[in-house]
């Protein structure tokens, strides 16, 4: 147990980084955990930060588990202020490490706080829990990417969408 | 705890017996306390056997082939449909046979939709069928305590056919609330459908006047016994109801068979609902004639082997007792409800006495969401259920997201009940609060 519950999972939880709907932003979305409950309330504001897509912020609120919830603090402070890019990747080595089953233990020079993760992987029904708030983001960035000013002038953008589907 | 623990109307240590999957350990070598059978109970050597020799011996498609196979077979199959109905006082035509209660639900409310459906272009409909042809307006009153399953097809009933909803509420103790059932109750309503025992709440519902209350407007009165069948003796004709469901896997039985009651006049007057194979009298291209019931609502191959595996559960359930069977639960339920009242910032969500009551006791820990309670449980060895139970409108008139959800039965003594205080003792220390 002491490998879900890992301390920075318990600090995240008891104190929730970037918690609060803020303004601006391009999309909200509303997921749910449908099996035991879980709901998150997500923003995000991309900015074209001269031709590169910024996570500018992301915003939420939600009500949930300690691994929920903590994952949601952990997200946030893995994403906000990173390059669009930066962040799909971050997204996609989390994903990655907790549906590994174990197998992977994640790299803490890349992922921060976000290795805390890894023992998720070895309670299946914990997995969606962690996933909840990096899927809302992802379907919230995915939909920010139609509203951004000046958008359509970066070339890149196209690229970037699909290898953000190929996520999901 | 000063609770006097009614001695040995069940020897839970010959019980244990029968159950080898209760000796099996967990999480790293811990000891099971398995005490979610509210969700499903485990299967006791003698149901496993009973599948088991049906599929050595005698194993065929049942009501068709000349051969003696197929004779033992159907025997098997009508064989345990009484013996089934008899556990519950009914006659063996009267009992339908559906993959689980969800299913059965659906049965009675689909009939409701396709009668409706029909009778607006004149198809043939079965005599007696208008109590089910549904008009716009019309009410359907279920209560907010109610499983998804029985709530979600008659919202789909609704939105078919434009009838109402309407729900009898709670109380803040997790009771109906019935000072407004006469507003509830009006000569529109069509059918009550309502929860015997509340699986999210444990609250025991009083049949009798719900059922007098809709029969009064001549609604159809329909019952989810699935948590009140396994744990209480029950005689479904003296209800008072119109049809009663209920899961095998509840009560000792295999996944994948649950049950409907209803009275013969209310079966022969319904609409088929799954059609196909074997439940129809004469098919012709342009249209076919339907079965008596109970074929004409089991279209397809049926589940013989499940069927076998339930009665032989019945039996099983029959041999202990099912006023043994409630005593036994009424007592844990008792010595629970004490250990958890000791311990500091559980509240328990539903009723926390012992009147009107059964064995499913929900509860919240302050300060720890529901499933990190039942996570560090786990780590304990100790199998509870958590979330929002299938009944969420439930958990919201409760004001609570979730819960954890402790269910114990027959095979469940003081022993694992001290051993689930003991562990949701250290909930809050695993995380701080405390």
Same mark, same amino acid.
């Given at each position: 147990?002491?490998?879900?519950?890992?301390?920075?999972?318990?600090?995240?939880?008891?104190?929730?980084?970037?918690?609060?709907?803020?303004?601006?932003?391009?999309?909200?979305?509303?997921?749910?955990?449908?099996?035991?409950?879980?709901?998150?309330?997500?923003?995000?504001?991309?900015?074209?930060?001269?031709?590169?897509?910024?996570?500018?912020?992301?915003?939420?609120?939600?009500?949930?588990?300690?691994?929920?919830?903590?994952?949601?603090?952990?997200?946030?402070?893995?994403?906000?202020?990173?390059?669009?890019?930066?962040?799909?990747?971050?997204?996609?080595?989390?994903?990655?490490?907790?549906?590994?089953?174990?197998?992977?233990?994640?790299?803490?020079?890349?992922?921060?706080?976000?290795?805390?993760?890894?023992?998720?992987?070895?309670?299946?029904?914990?997995?969606?829990?962690?996933?909840?708030?990096?899927?809302?983001?992802?379907?919230?960035?995915?939909?920010?990417?139609?509203?951004?000013?000046?958008?359509?002038?970066?070339?890149?953008?196209?690229?970037?969408?699909?290898?953000?589907?190929?996520?999901? | 705890?000063?609770?006097?623990?009614?001695?040995?109307?069940?020897?839970?240590?010959?019980?244990?017996?029968?159950?080898?999957?209760?000796?099996?350990?967990?999480?790293?070598?811990?000891?099971?306390?398995?005490?979610?059978?509210?969700?499903?109970?485990?299967?006791?050597?003698?149901?496993?056997?009973?599948e088991?020799?049906?599929?050595?011996?005698?194993?065929?498609?049942?009501?068709?082939?000349?051969? /003696?196979?197929?004779?033992?077979? *159907?025997?098997?199959?009508?064989?345990?449909? !009484?013996?089934? =109905?008899?556990? $519950? %006082? +009914?006659?063996?035509?009267?009992?339908?046979?559906?993959?689980?209660?969800?299913?059965?639900?659906?049965?009675?409310?689909?009939?409701?939709?396709?009668?409706?459906?029909?009778?607006?272009?004149?198809?043939?409909?079965?005599?007696?069928?208008?109590?089910?042809?549904?008009?716009?307006?019309?009410?359907?009153?279920?209560t907010?305590?109610?499983?998804?399953?029985?709530?979600?097809?008659?919202?789909?009933?609704?939105?078919?056919?434009?009838?109402?909803?309407?729900?009898?509420?709670?109380?803040?103790?997790?009771?109906?609330?019935?000072?407004?059932?006469?507003?509830?109750?009006?000569?529109r309503t069509?059918?009550?459908?309502?929860?015997? /025992?509340?699986n999210?709440?444990? *609250?025991?519902?009083?049949?009798?006047?719900? !059922?007098?209350? =809709?029969?009064? $407007? %001549? +609604?159809?009165?329909?019952?989810?016994?699935?948590?009140?069948?396994?744990?209480?003796?029950?005689?479904?004709?003296?209800?008072?109801?119109?049809?009663?469901?209920?899961?095998?896997?509840k009560?000792?039985?295999?996944?994948?068979?649950?049950?409907?009651?209803?009275?013969?006049?209310?079966?022969?007057?319904?609409?088929?609902?799954?059609?196909?194979?074997?439940?129809?009298?004469?098919?012709?291209?342009?249209?076919?004639?339907f079965?008596?019931?109970p074929?004409?609502?089991?279209a397809?191959?049926?589940?013989?082997?499940?069927?076998?595996?339930?009665?032989?559960?019945?039996?099983?359930?029959?041999?202990?007792?099912?006023?043994?069977?409630?005593?036994?639960?009424?007592?844990?339920?008792?010595?629970?409800?004490?250990?958890?009242?000791?311990?500091?910032? $559980?509240?328990?969500?539903?009723?926390?006495?012992?009147?009107?009551?059964?064995?499913?006791?929900?509860?919240?820990?302050?300060?720890?969401?529901?499933?990190?309670?039942?996570?560090?449980?786990?780590?304990?060895?100790?199998?509870?259920?958590?979330?929002?139970?299938?009944?969420?409108?439930?958990?919201?008139?409760?004001?609570?997201p979730?819960?954890t959800?402790?269910?114990?039965?027959?095979y469940?003594d003081?022993?694992?009940?001290?051993?689930?205080?003991?562990?949701?003792?250290?909930?809050?220390?695993?995380?701080?609060?405390?």
């Amino acid at each position: 147990m002491e490998d879900l519950y890992q301390e920075i999972i318990l600090d995240h939880y008891r104190n929730p980084q970037g918690r609060g709907l803020r303004e601006p932003f391009q999309a909200q979305v509303h997921h749910v955990n449908p099996t035991c409950g879980d709901e998150i309330d997500l923003r995000v504001h991309l900015e074209d930060d001269n031709g590169v897509m910024r996570v500018a912020d992301v915003s939420y609120e939600g009500q949930g588990c300690s691994i929920s919830q903590a994952s949601a603090s952990v997200m946030y402070d893995s994403l906000a202020g990173r390059t669009l890019d930066e962040a799909l990747e971050a997204l996609g080595r989390f994903q990655e490490m907790v549906q590994s089953k174990g197998e992977i233990a994640g790299d803490e020079d890349t992922m921060g706080d976000a290795v805390a993760f890894a023992g998720v992987a070895k309670y299946p029904a914990r997995v969606k829990c962690a996933l909840l708030p990096w899927l809302a983001w992802k379907d919230a960035a995915m939909q920010s990417m139609d509203d951004v000013p000046s958008m359509d002038d970066v070339p890149s953008m196209a690229g970037v969408r699909v290898e953000g589907e190929s996520n999901g | 705890m000063s609770v006097a623990i009614s001695p040995g109307t069940i020897d839970v240590r010959r019980v244990r017996e029968d159950f080898p999957i209760l000796d099996r350990s967990v999480r790293g070598g811990g000891r099971l306390v398995y005490l979610d059978s509210a969700a499903t109970t485990q299967k006791p050597l003698a149901v496993l056997d009973a599948e088991r020799d049906y599929y050595l011996t005698s194993n065929a498609a049942v009501h068709r082939g000349a051969h /003696q196979l197929a004779e033992e077979a *159907t025997e098997a199959f009508e064989g345990a449909r !009484a013996r089934i =109905a008899d556990f $519950v %006082g +009914a006659r063996a035509d009267d009992v339908v046979f559906t993959r689980n209660a969800t299913e059965s639900l659906n049965l009675m409310a689909y009939a409701f939709s396709n009668a409706t459906a029909k009778a607006a272009h004149g198809a043939p409909l079965p005599p007696g069928a208008e109590r089910f042809i549904l008009r716009e307006g019309d009410e359907i009153l279920v209560t907010e305590m109610e499983h998804h399953a029985n709530l979600v097809p008659w919202q789909e009933v609704c939105s078919k056919t434009g009838a109402i909803l309407r729900w009898i509420p709670l109380t803040p103790d997790g009771r109906l609330d019935l000072s407004s059932l006469s507003d509830l109750v009006t000569d529109r309503t069509r059918v009550v459908s309502f929860t015997q /025992q509340s699986n999210l709440l444990g *609250t025991i519902n009083p049949v009798a006047p719900l !059922a007098q209350a =809709a029969r009064a $407007v %001549g +609604a159809l009165v329909v019952l989810d016994a699935c948590q009140s069948i396994p744990h209480m003796p029950t005689d479904v004709t003296a209800l008072g109801v119109d049809a009663v469901a209920w899961s095998g896997h509840k009560m000792l039985g295999p996944t994948g068979i649950g049950c409907l009651w209803a009275t013969p006049e209310t079966l022969a007057s319904m609409p088929p609902f799954i059609t196909g194979g074997s439940m129809i009298e004469t098919v012709t291209m342009e249209a076919s004639t339907f079965a008596e019931p109970p074929k004409r609502f089991e279209a397809g191959v049926p589940m013989v082997a499940q069927a076998v595996g339930l009665a032989a559960a019945c039996d099983y359930l029959d041999a202990l007792g099912m006023g043994n069977v409630a005593g036994h639960e009424a007592s844990l339920t008792a010595y629970a409800l004490e250990g958890i009242a000791d311990v500091p910032g $559980v509240t328990i969500v539903g009723p926390a006495d012992l009147v009107d009551r059964g064995s499913a006791i929900s509860f919240t820990v302050d300060g720890v969401h529901p499933h990190d309670v039942g996570q560090v449980l786990d780590s304990s060895g100790i199998a509870v259920r958590v979330g929002h139970h299938c009944a969420w409108p439930g958990c919201r008139a409760m004001g609570v997201p979730a819960t954890t959800r402790m269910s114990p039965y027959i095979y469940n003594d003081t022993d694992d009940i001290d051993d689930f205080i003991q562990a949701l003792g250290r909930v809050r220390q695993v995380f701080g609060e405390a």
